[in-house]
DNA sequence: GCCGTTTTCGGCCCGACTGTTTTCAGTCG
């Protein structure tokens, strides 16, 4: 049973335990070794097959013993008992904005509610408000929650967010009253998807602010106005949530509300021990609430004694041991990465040219632009022929007068179903640098799969292999690969693995790459550019290999140019 | 349910906003 699988389990648990009424910290207890699970980047049943299940934090004696009897017999008794006393479609419920566990479970044992569409019938029959606790609003709240859930469908991809984001931030930038505005949350932390966007600002009069954010025009609907908090939803469905502190608790603020809750827990719980206390305002002494700190977040981290934690590491990932200690890894910068190497032109499916991508390039400071365009199997991206691509090499070479920019001629090569490629070597030995990918297939057995790719990997010419789970977020389930065995080929075969930047794919991800990277692998960024405007995705791809506490010398695009063609061994 | 240089029992992050319950519970982040 897979990791994803078994957190699966775990957060169904903990839910169904919260409709039930029980001990929030038992809810909070499930959550979190769910949570733990999904990141592990070990297999969980190697771990159980070495008896050392109990050493994965927030995991006891008894969560131990659920996960032994799910590996073994793919079903967990306590689980099915559960949901015998509680309908596990109530879970769904708690999906709707405004509505959680208690609600749900009044609606449940009053109503016999157990669906969306049946909660729906209800409210519009005012059936709702006969409800105590319940009222009109809660019934029109609800009504409104169910109609935006179905609108907005989960979390946006983290291009769209950062969109919104920052436009807000310009927009607030413009009022005199704004002392300081940074985005915090996930987006800050630049997760690979958002849920919704949080905004900090400093300001001695915070009404000025909210004011000012509510006649934002990309506003539709505002859920809450306060002078601390406000929260709207903008025309393309994205939350945003802008609050007001004081200067002198903006960095406590900003360091609390950038989280990871997780992360947040665990601060918390080392300024306890230290005689703290931190909240959104600051730290203060827990006796006397004297204020020691919060004008900026490196001063609230060193009076807890830690070094600063960068945003995109706050995932209570071990983060917070290693800035104890001081032992932080000195994570990629985003001027670091120096060039992109995969970018697809109008030889194949692209839209943009090689001069304006190399154009492009010198705009965005770059030091090289790799062009990988698609290999003949992939008709419907109008790969190219043999013969197409020396072409496509000559117009390069020519080109390349033209330019300061390095512009490297390179392929994204298919691999075919029996791990062949699709160029000859005669053919990957004249570009500058090739990829190998998967686009085609996708459903063999791990087995298979796994063999397929490395045998491609093998091949002398092959640097790079592209996006190599070819997820695609909310669209396509990552291939059935063993990743450990790919992470080590890459190893041996001195193969990059690509942190596919575009916002869809991000792949590697961030939990791959640290995993990668821990196997010894190095790992190259390419943003899979369609088109010039996508060329700007290349912060996305560096900001997981931050979260994947990848340093400069893991990431083939920071080396000098010189050293880049000697990797790439032509 | 987990965890322990305060503890093997008794804690577990905590504040804002809303709606309804006239003093606070539920939800959210």
Avoid at 403 to 413: H, K, L, P, S, V
Wanted: glycine content about 8%.
């Amino acid at each position: 049973m897979r990791n994803q699988e078994i957190a699966e389990v775990f957060y169904q648990i903990a839910d169904l335990l919260e409709i039930k009424g029980e001990l929030p910290f038992k809810v909070r207890a499930y959550r979190r070794a769910a949570q733990r699970i999904e990141t592990l980047e070990k297999d969980i049943e190697e771990i159980y097959r070495q008896g050392k299940l109990k050493s994965i934090p927030g995991i006891g004696e008894s969560m131990a013993r659920k996960i032994e009897e799910l590996i073994e017999t793919g079903k967990l008794q306590y689980l099915e008992n559960l949901k015998r006393e509680i309908p596990e479609e109530l879970i769904r419920l708690m999906d709707i904005p405004g509505l959680g566990p208690k609600k749900a479970l009044v609606l449940y044992k009053k109503l016999g509610i157990t669906t969306i569409d049946q909660l729906r019938e209800a409210c519009k029959q005012g059936r709702l408000r006969m409800l105590e606790g319940f009222g009109e609003i809660t019934e029109r709240n609800i009504m409104r929650g169910i109609e935006m859930m179905e609108e907005s469908k989960g979390r946006a991809l983290i291009n769209v967010a950062y969109d919104d984001g920052y436009r807000i931030v310009e927009y607030l930038r413009q009022n005199k009253d704004v002392l300081k505005i940074e985005i915090a949350g996930s987006l800050r932390r630049m997760k690979e998807t958002i849920g919704d966007i949080d905004i900090l600002v400093s300001s001695l009069n915070p009404d000025s602010i909210m004011d000012m954010f509510v006649k934002y025009p990309y506003v539709k609907e505002v859920l809450v106005k306060g002078s601390k908090k406000t929260s709207v939803i903008l025309k393309d469905g994205m939350q945003v949530d802008v609050r007001v502190v004081r200067p002198e608790s903006f960095g406590a603020a900003l360091q609390y509300f950038t989280g990871s809750k997780d992360h947040n827990i665990q601060i918390r719980n080392l300024a306890i021990k230290k005689g703290l206390k931190i909240n959104e305002y600051g730290v203060f002494k827990k006796d006397t609430d004297e204020y020691i700190a919060g004008r900026t977040e490196e001063e609230v981290y060193r009076v807890i004694g830690l070094q600063y934690i960068e945003p995109e590491l706050r995932e209570n990932r071990g983060e917070i041991e290693l800035a104890q200690q001081g032992k932080l890894p000195k994570i990629v910068k985003y001027e670091d990465v120096k060039g992109d190497f995969h970018i697809h032109s109008t030889w194949s499916d692209g839209t943009s040219s090689i001069e304006d991508i190399a154009r492009k390039g010198e705009e965005m400071g770059l030091k090289f632009v790799g062009i990988a365009d698609h290999s003949p199997s992939l008709k419907v991206a109008h790969g190219l022929s043999e013969e197409k691509v020396m072409e496509k090499i000559k117009e390069i070479r020519k080109l390349q007068e033209k330019f300061e920019i390095r512009i490297f001629a390179g392929t994204e090569c298919d691999i075919k179903p029996d791990g062949t490629l699709d160029y000859s070597n005669k053919v990957l030995k004249e570009l500058d640098f090739a990829y190998a990918a998967i686009h085609s297939k996708f459903k063999m057995s791990r087995k298979e799969m796994t063999e397929r790719i490395i045998k491609a990997m093998e091949n002398e010419y092959i640097n790079m292999l592209a996006h190599p789970t070819v997820r695609l977020i909310g669209k396509r389930d990552p291939i059935d690969v063993d990743l450990e065995k790919i992470f080590e080929a890459a190893r041996e075969t001195g193969t990059f693995l690509e942190i596919n930047a575009f916002p869809d794919r991000l792949d590697l991800n961030d939990v791959h790459a640290k995993a990668a990277k821990e196997m010894g692998a190095k790992m190259v960024i390419g943003t899979d550019s369609h088109a010039i405007d996508h060329m700007r995705f290349l912060k996305f791809g560096v900001a997981m290999a931050r979260r994947g506490w990848l340093e400069k010398e893991d990431i083939l695009n920071t080396y000098d140019l010189s050293k880049i063609e000697k990797m790439l061994g032509r």
